[in-house]
């Protein structure tokens, strides 16, 4: 059975940083492309970071760009998104996701099978 918890949300002021943790069971992350998604209040969920199979390739959405980082930690079997620089633009709530079946990076939800509770993010003084 795969288990995604993600973990690290919390509020923070705007211009701080977070690092949101995603630790997988049932799967290995490195053999699919998983991605991180943002869901802000009254919002569809958006794709924003993705990492492929073997970490080949990473994708991020032009707003975060240069600000958040997406990495795997392959012994721990457990995905990260470092954020810094945040802005209240990037409340919502965070959802990592793993896509099965291929090792492709997408930013559509509909391409990804098994997903994570979510972990809420609020950037706001």
């Known amino acids: 059975q795969v288990q995604l918890v993600e973990s690290g949300g919390d509020l923070v002021q705007p211009g701080g940083s977070l690092r949101l943790s995603c630790a997988a069971s049932?799967?290995?992350?490195?053999?699919?492309?998983t991605g991180w998604f943002r869901q802000a209040p009254g919002q569809e969920r958006e794709g924003i970071s993705c990492v492929t199979a073997r970490a080949k390739y990473t994708w991020y959405e032009e707003s975060v760009k240069g600000r958040f980082t997406i990495s795997r930690d392959d012994a721990k079997n457990t995905m990260y998104l470092e954020m810094n620089g945040l802005k209240p633009d990037d409340t919502g709530v965070y959802y990592c996701?793993?896509?099965?079946?291929?090792?492709?990076?997408?930013?559509?939800?509909?391409?990804?099978?098994?997903w994570g509770q979510g972990t809420h993010v609020i950037v706001s003084s």
């Open positions: 049932g799967l290995t992350l490195d053999d699919y492309a």
């Open positions: 996701a793993v896509n099965v079946r291929d090792g492709h990076c997408s930013a559509f939800a509909l391409a990804y099978e098994h």
